[in-house]
């Protein structure tokens, strides 16, 4: 079991690699298009229900905002029931550019499960939801 967290953190810089190749063109860096998609997917969301859904710290969440704000991709609008929190949107250059980060997302998920029959890319998927589903439960606690 000692290679489970290599092999993931393996699989996680491979697929880095391909988004920044993938998407370098279009202005965002290898980690932002998780906010694209989350922003795209939940237009409104506050910066602390993005973090805590992306697992990241409130520090990076406003970095890697301040960034895309700077770039034209979102925007950030006070809560008008509480003034202190910011909520964000996609700009329409976001939005153009959601279908693009999917097919860069479904294009790498088929080149990695090429090789495995579609019985078993279900049952690897199974299975890591299960894994996944243990990790978010043995970090609630640190969340919090």
Same mark, same amino acid.
Request: proline share 4%; charged share 25%.
């Given at each position: 079991?000692?290679?489970?967290m290599?092999?993931i953190? %393996?699989?996680s %810089?491979?697929f880095?690699? /391909?988004?920044?190749?993938?998407?370098?063109?279009?202005? =965002?860096n290898? /980690?932002?298009? +998780?906010y =694209?998609?989350?922003?795209?997917? #939940? &237009?409104? =969301?506050? !910066?602390?229900? $993005? *973090?805590?859904m992306?697992?990241?710290?409130k520090?990076n969440?406003?970095r890697? $905002?301040?960034a $895309?704000e700077q770039?034209?991709?979102?925007?950030?609008? &006070? #809560? +008008?029931?509480? !003034? %202190?929190?910011l909520?964000?949107? &996609?700009?329409?250059k *976001?939005k153009d550019?959601y &279908?693009?980060?999917c097919? +860069?997302i %479904?294009?790498? #998920?088929k080149?990695?499960?090429?090789?495995?029959?579609?019985?078993e890319?279900k049952?690897?998927?199974? $299975?890591l939801?299960?894994? *996944?589903a !243990? *990790? =978010?439960k043995a +970090?609630?606690?640190? !969340?919090?």
């Open positions: 079991m000692d290679s489970l290599k092999h953190k %393996r699989i %810089r491979c880095t690699l /391909y988004r920044e190749d993938k998407l370098k063109d279009k202005g =965002i290898g /980690y932002q298009h +998780t =694209i998609l989350k922003i795209y997917q #939940n &237009p409104g =969301i506050s !910066q602390e229900q $993005l *973090a805590n992306i697992f990241v710290d520090s969440v406003t890697q $905002l301040s $895309l770039n034209g991709f979102i925007e950030r609008i &006070p #809560n +008008t029931d509480d !003034q %202190r929190q909520l964000v949107f &996609p700009t329409e *976001a550019l &279908p693009l980060v097919d +860069t %479904r294009e790498w #998920n080149s990695i499960l090429s090789g495995l029959s579609p019985d890319q049952q690897l998927i199974s $299975l939801d299960k894994v *996944a !243990q *990790a =978010i +970090t609630e606690v640190i !969340q919090k």
